[in-house]
């Protein structure tokens, strides 16, 4: 069971949207996925109309005492399972960082599955406990000067964490074709990340907003757009990935 973190490199990187449309991707693919929301902010089930009215999730479950595992909801055909990370009006204390790891051992899912981490950008327990119990992370980045630094020192706090390098994806959002600066970003990020950046750069596409205004995945809502065209090629990129990989993933 390969286990994939999807963290943007900073804020407004885009990375809950690209797990969304991994995830649907799969969902489409008859491919077993389990994806969970670790970012407070709670936006994931966005994705896949979920009512923003809907508190339910993992964190709210812990807080209540409950099952966890009970939060998630059956997305499309039911291939793909979403457990939101929900909300509760008291915190409570946060699970160790290994408590994620160690619940994830002791599910019984189907073979080939995947589960998907929607991991926060910012350091913090959230994110503690997705490194902690990921095999690869898919660290997501727009064309911008700035991430190319922020890119180097991510990969840097992974491997300190046990992450081998070759376990660190890349992929680039919001890519802007017909800025200068977009394509001079993208060339410098391929000579220093090499195979391990996705070969195509996902598009800046108002079609992924409104999806999400919408409360529909964007290939549903926009199936011949660009971006979706660039998200489907990023998740059989990650399928090839996933599959080179070791099967007993990260050292321990």
């Known amino acids: 069971m390969a286990i994939l973190s999807i963290c943007g490199v900073r804020g407004g990187s885009g990375a ?16 077993p996925t389990l994806a969970i929301d670790l970012c407070p902010q709670n936006l994931l089930r ?8 809907e508190q339910g999730g993992w964190r709210a479950s812990l807080h209540a005492g409950c099952d966890w595992t009970e939060s998630a909801w059956r997305i499309g055909s039911g291939h793909l399972a979403l457990v939101p990370h929900g909300t509760c009006a008291a915190r409570g204390p946060e699970p160790d ?4 790891s160690a619940e994830l051992g002791k599910l019984e899912r189907p073979a080939g599955d995947l589960v998907l981490l929607d991991t926060p950008s910012w350091a913090g327990r959230c994110r503690d406990q997705a490194w902690t119990a990921a095999s ?39 890519f802007d074709p017909a800025r200068k600066l977009d394509r ?19 598009t800046r596409d108002e079609a992924v907003r ?43």
């Open 97 to 100: 960082a290994g408590w994620l």
């Open 210 to 252: 409104e999806a999400l205004a919408a409360g529909l995945p964007v290939s549903v809502f926009a199936p011949e757009s660009q971006a979706v065209d660039d998200l489907r090629q990023l998740a059989v990129w990650l399928a090839v990935k996933l599959r080179r990989a070791e099967p007993e993933g990260r050292a321990p």
């Open 184 to 202: 001079d970003v993208e060339r410098v990020l391929r000579r220093t990340l090499g195979s391990r950046l996705a070969p195509r750069p996902v």
């Open 46 to 53: 966005l994705h896949f109309g979920v009512p923003w009215s």
């Open 136 to 174: 690869h992370v898919l660290a997501v980045l727009t064309a911008d000067s700035v991430n190319c630094v922020l890119a180097v020192r991510l990969e840097a706090e992974l491997m300190a964490r046990g992450v081998p390098r070759d376990g660190i994806l890349f992929a680039i959002s919001q």
């Open 16 to 31: 809950t949207a690209l797990a969304a449309a991994i995830a649907w991707y799969r969902e489409e693919q008859a491919q």
